[in-house]
Each structure stands twice: as C-alpha cells, then as structure tokens.
C-alpha cells in the first residue's frame, strides 16, 4: 500500500493511499491534486474519507464524487455535501471501499463539535491515523467549536494508540509548532532533536509528516499537559492556571499557542 501526502493551498496536506489500482483519499479541499495524481498514477477512486467540515476539508468533495463516483464518509453530527455515510464514535469503515483496510471512528471534538478521526490497527505491518485537524506534529488545532475539556479527551484517546502508530495530519504546521513547543519545554531533548530533523527535512522541501504517536507523546506540549515541566510553563505564562487541574494546562496553552510569534 502507498501512502501519499498530496500538497493543497499553501499548507494542506490531502492524503492519498493507493494500492496502484485503487485510492481513496482523505479531507481533499481542492479537487485538482487528486485529479492530478489519479491521472498521473493511473488510479480509480473507491472513497473519500472527510474528517470534519471546514471548506479547506471538504471543498473538492463534491467533484471528486461526481467525478469518479466515489463514495464519501464524513462525521454525523457536520455539515458535510451529501449523499455521504455518516459516522460515529465505533463506527467501522472497511471493504472494498477503503482497499481491504479496516478504519475505526474515533469522535475528537475540539476543533470542531463533530470532529472524527479513522483509525487502522494495521496496515502495511503498522497503525495507521487520520487525525484532521485535532493532533498536529507538536501541536493541535485551534479550539474553534469546542472545550479545552473536549479537545484534551480527544487527544488522551489519540494519545493512547499503539506507539508506533502514523500520525497523519493535515497541515505542514510542524516547525511552527516545534518553535512553540521549544518555548514551553527548552530543555526537552526529545523535542531539540526533532526540531532538527524537521528543520533539515523543510530546508529539502519535504514533508515533516506523518509523525508517530510515541514521538508526539515526548515532543508534543498538548499531549503532556500532565508533565511537571508543561504544566509550570502554563502556570509562568498564566498565573490563573491552578496546580494539577489538565484541563487549565491546555486552555492556557492553547491561548498562549494562538498568541505566539
């Protein structure tokens, strides 16, 4: 199986897994990189697998479906076009569709009220995540529809998948987010060597992504929250954060993220 990030607009990545008959893809916001890899690796579309409603997700949706005559797969409690297979927290995607894989449904509100996420237990010897935009590599989205309270029991449930588990998201944010993340945590060692891989890996015009969960687990502020050193740099940056309460950690950080130059 290939897995593909497809460049979209300035930072978006639509991901692309094909068997070399076969792709679906997932959150494609603009129609035209899919349309340009179908061709060029001589693809059909089985499915479309849409994580959470913003147009920059969903906006190449409905010609791709028209298009090829995929199916789509999208949250049930967002506005999504239909027709579309509406999916719940449990829910299971698998078959033909999705090329003989097997994705779960996890609800990771946060970002958005009715965000998802799909996850493969194994494909190609590993898991496999598609996250939207809930988990960035160091960071994670913007709470625009939801709580922090919601956005950190999403992202404890992404936090607890196998560790070598692929993060596949959906913005090159990483070195904007690794340069946020060095603030919180400068003597995270962890956190200083991926930043130089990352930095090496954009100097070459590559993607930083997928990442992998246990690597988020050490580097990645907003899934350590519970960590001494994370949660007395909220507490230097907002006095207001009282001790041992993760859900302040979070909101602090993740005001604190949306300040930060």
Known sequence: MNLLPLPAFTDNYIWMLHDGRQAIVVDPGDAAPVVQALDTLGLGLQAILV????????GGVDTLREATGARVYGPARERIPEPLVRLAHGD??????????????????????????YYCEAMDGAPLLFCGDTLFSGGCGRLFEGTPAQMLDSLDQLAALPGNTRVCCTHEYTLSNLKF??????????????????????????????????LERDINP???VRQPTVAQAARDHDAQVPENDAVAVLAALRQWKNEFR
Request: hydrophobic fraction near 40%; charged fraction near 15%.
């Open 51 to 58: 994580t959470h409603h913003h147009a920059d997700h969903v």
């Open 92 to 117: 299971v995607v698998e078959g033909t569709d999705v090329l003989g894989l097997r994705f779960t449904v996890i609800d990771v509100p946060g970002h958005t009220a009715g965000h998802i996420a």
């Open 181 to 214: 993340a060095r603030a919180v945590e400068p003597g995270n060692a962890a956190l200083l060597h991926y930043s130089s891989q990352c930095e090496a890996l954009r100097a070459q015009q590559q993607p930083t992504l997928p990442s992998r969960m246990d």
């Open 222 to 224: 907003f899934l350590r």
